[in-house]
T-cell receptor, first 114, second 109 residues
Framework: GAGVSQSPSNKVTEKGKDVELRCDPISGHTALYWYRQSLGQGLEFLIYFQGNSAPDKSGLPSDRFSAERTGGSVSTLTIQRTQQEDSAVYLC????????????FGDGTRLSIL | GQNIDQPTEMTATEGAIVQINCTYQTSGFNGLFWYQQHAGEAPTFLSYNVLDGLEEKGRFSSFLSRSKGYSYLLLKELQMKDSASYLCAVRADDYKLSFGAGTTVTVRA
């Protein structure tokens, strides 16, 4: 597709379960980013990939969060033992390298922890 | 840390002009971006400023003053479809963006 694709669009799960969120970036974009958006708050940076490497994982809130990227393309964000405070919209973005390159966002995964 | 401030809400009339201000205090500066986000949708890129001055793109313009840590997004000839949240974001380092909480603009007939 032409844009960033994320799946699932919505996920409802019980506290304590593991969830996996998927991001398909725009073809040819080497940089990939994960953000989290909570109600009434700005987007919170989670992790950045350049190719398959993640030089900055500083935004991951806890060791329950992990992410990987394979083939320089698809990325998955995994949250283990989910907690209610993990409820948010998780947004993925991709871009070409370069400081002036805008990040293009997917529609996000709305995660609700019961 | 990074501090980016913008008003929470603004209301304007169809056909009018609205100016959304953004002030920032960041550890570095490699450009400022504005995004538009309709409810339940992805943020979409509007503008990029890295040098002082005004960038105009159709009905939307964005201004930057690096010495003042200040930017604004100007929306002219407002249309109902411009009702959305507008996000100010600063690239303080080489890659990630730090976002303000967003300004919800409501356009009334």
């Amino acid at each position: 597709g032409a844009g960033v694709s994320q799946s699932p669009s919505n996920k409802v799960t019980e506290k304590g379960k593991d969830v996996e969120l998927r991001c398909d970036p725009i073809s040819g974009h080497t940089a990939l980013y994960w953000y989290r958006q909570s109600l009434g708050q700005g987007l919170e940076f989670l992790i950045y990939f350049q190719g398959n490497s993640a030089p900055d994982k500083s935004g991951l809130p806890s060791d329950r969060f992990s992410a990987e990227r394979t083939g320089g393309s698809v990325s998955t964000l995994t949250i283990q033992r989910t907690q209610q405070e993990d409820s948010a919209v998780y947004l993925c973005a991709s871009s070409h390298p370069g400081l002036n390159q805008p990040q293009h966002f997917g529609d996000g995964t709305r995660l609700s922890i019961l | 840390g990074q501090n980016i401030d913008q008003p929470t809400e603004m209301t304007a009339t169809e056909g009018a002009i609205v100016q959304i201000n953004c002030t920032y205090q960041t550890s570095g500066f490699n450009g400022l971006f504005w995004y538009q986000q309709h409810a339940g949708e992805a943020p979409t890129f509007l503008s990029y400023n890295v040098l002082d001055g005004l960038e105009e793109k159709g009905r939307f313009s964005s201004f930057l003053s690096r010495s003042k840590g200040y930017s604004y997004l100007l929306l002219k000839e407002l249309q109902m479809k411009d009702s959305a949240s507008y996000l100010c974001a600063v690239r303080a380092d080489d890659y990630k963006l730090s976002f303000g909480a967003g300004t919800t603009v409501t356009v009334r007939a």
